[in-house]
Structures are given as C-alpha cells and as structure tokens.
C-alpha cells in the first residue's frame, strides 16, 4: 500500500473490533464532502465531483466520483451505480500535546494517559512539515505548549481493519 512517508498505523490492543468505524451506505447516499472508502486500496477519501447520470427511460442512475485520500496524497475517479453497496469511514481528528522532536521526521507525543506515542513527519509533504516544525519551534521559545492535529481514519484491506494516522497541523498554546 502507498501511503505518504509519514502516515502511521495507530496500535490498537490486538482482537479490538474496529468495524464500528465503518457505516455501510449505497452509492445514491454520497455527497460532496462526504468520506467513502475506495474500491481499490481500501483507504479513506473525500468525495468531489459527483455527479449522476440516468441511462435511458428504465435505467438505473450512475454515479460518478472523484475521491481524495489524504494518507497517500492519491486520487481516484470512481463509477458506482446507485444501489452498490459502499462503506464510510468514521474519521476523526486527534489533538497530541508534542513532548519533542527525534531527529528531523519523529514526533514525540504524550496520549491522554501521558504516554510516549510516536508519529512520522516527512520533508515530502512540504507545507504540513513547515507549518510543524515553525509551530513547534514558535512554541519552545515562547514557552507555549505545542499540540499536533492527527486525522484518523480505517482502512479495509479484504478483512482486515487498519486506522491510518496522518499530521495535518499543528498550534501553540499557552499551557494551562
């Protein structure tokens, strides 16, 4: 699978049934906006230029969609008619107070139970990186703290049920 250098598989305690975090749903239901998993890779992605189209008097609507996954930087278009069955993915974004940076791609975080949980941060996906790091070092010479936004997301590969983890910002705040 082709993720971007710096997405994570989150560690989940083993035999944890992650299948609530995927709503089924038929293709008629998307929307612009909407998260849907992709046919091919499994990942997760955000919908955009639906659009419907009716083939002759008795036919059945046609959807087609691009979808965007974030965790690999990919897109695909997609044809689905309206009754297939598809599955939308519970995404969340997770805010991680940084404890330091490893080096020039980890990220140290503390969880809520103030455990060290460890994230990648890759040079590649340039404007993400900058914004980190300049918050990062803003924060530590202001004496702020610095909390990173993870989106969360599953994916389906066959039947197995993975959450992928990806920094998108991050911000300084004053700690409390």
């Avoid at 993915?89 to 103030?114: Q, T």
């Avoid at 040079?123 to 070092?137: A, F, G, H, Q, S």
Wanted: hydrophobic share 30%; glycine share 6%; aromatic share 6%.
């Amino acid at each position: 699978m082709a993720y971007h250098k710096d997405c994570t598989e989150k560690e989940v305690p083993k035999n944890t049934d992650l299948s609530s975090r995927l709503i089924p749903m038929q293709a008629h239901d998307l929307k612009n906006g909407m998260w849907c998993l992709d046919d091919k890779s499994g990942m997760p992605g955000t919908v955009s230029e639906l659009k419907m189209s009716k083939t002759g008097k008795h036919g059945h609507a046609k959807f087609t969609y691009k979808l965007r996954m974030p965790h690999s930087g990919r897109s695909s278009s997609l044809m689905h008619p309206g009754g297939d069955h598809l599955l939308r993915p519970v995404m969340e974004k997770v805010e991680y107070l940084v404890s330091h940076m490893d080096g020039d791609e980890d990220i140290v975080c503390l969880n809520d139970d103030y455990e060290e949980i460890y994230f990648k941060l890759s040079p590649t996906r340039k404007d993400v990186y900058d914004n980190v790091t300049e918050t990062l070092n803003r924060a530590m010479d202001e004496g702020k703290d610095c909390y990173v936004t993870v989106l969360e997301g599953p994916m389906k590969v066959k039947d197995k049920i993975t959450i992928l983890q990806i920094i998108t910002e991050a911000k300084a705040v004053n700690p409390q």
